[in-house]
T-cell receptor, first 115, second 112 residues
């Protein structure tokens, strides 16, 4: 089955620690995205990548870093510089280069909590 | 400044009746609009989309209407079912597969 896999589903971090969230897709999509959702809020874009070895900051990139070494993978690192990291993190992917716009497909998310 | 607004945080509808979820946008460059449905602790699921060259798109019980002059779109669900109870997000983007901008969502509760 094609899809997006995020792991782990729940993650706990001590203050001052960096932590990496995994996102893998087997949809052969070029573009991948990371969003953050807080209670009562919409999805806010952290980083996105439209092609391997290239990525751009979204609206709330401070305190986060990403890499895109492979088409299938787009890991997100939450660094100690992120002052309020407790949130639900969602990864998505979509086709690009198509004549028509394509919807994004989402993984099931990772909930990050600070101990 | 919110570019995509869903002004109703919640909506309660009786089973079998019509659910109407509304969304307003401010960016006139947006030309692609989507609705997603989300259950707790899961990722959003794509429901239906519409491009700015159309004013209506229908898929089964779901219809999206776009009023470009009013910068307004709506999602109609007919008939509503208890399984439709979820948070619905409106999203928009401009040409070129740019990242989506999401509204804050509307929680729909369909009561049996």
């Amino acid at each position: 089955d094609g899809g997006i896999t995020q792991s782990p589903k729940y993650l706990f971090r001590k203050e001052g620690q960096n932590v990496t969230l995994s996102c893998e897709q087997n949809l052969n999509h070029d573009a991948m995205y990371w969003y953050r959702q807080d209670p009562g809020q919409g999805l806010r874009l952290i980083y996105y990548s439209q092609i391997v070895n290239d990525f751009q900051k979204g609206d709330i990139a401070e305190g986060y870093s990403v890499s895109r070494e492979k088409k299938e993978s787009f890991p997100l690192t939450v660094t100690s510089a992120q002052k309020n990291p407790t949130a639900f993190y969602l990864c998505a992917s979509s086709m690009t280069g198509s004549m028509f716009n394509q919807p994004q497909h989402f993984g099931d998310g990772t909930r990050l909590s600070i101990l | 400044d919110q570019q995509v607004k869903q002004n109703s945080p919640s909506l309660r509808v009786q089973e079998g009746r019509i659910s109407i979820l509304n969304c307003d946008y401010t960016n006139s460059m947006f030309d692609y609009f989507l609705w997603y449905k989300k259950y707790p602790a899961e990722g959003p699921t794509f429901l239906i989309s519409i491009s700015s060259i159309k004013d209506k798109n229908e898929d089964g019980r779901f219809t999206v209407f776009l009023n470009k002059s009013a910068k307004h779109l709506s999602l109609h669900i007919v008939p509503s079912q208890p399984g439709d109870s979820a948070v619905y997000f409106c999203a928009a983007s401009s040409t070129g597969n740019t990242p989506l901008v999401f509204g804050k969502g509307t929680r729909l509760s369909v009561i049996a």
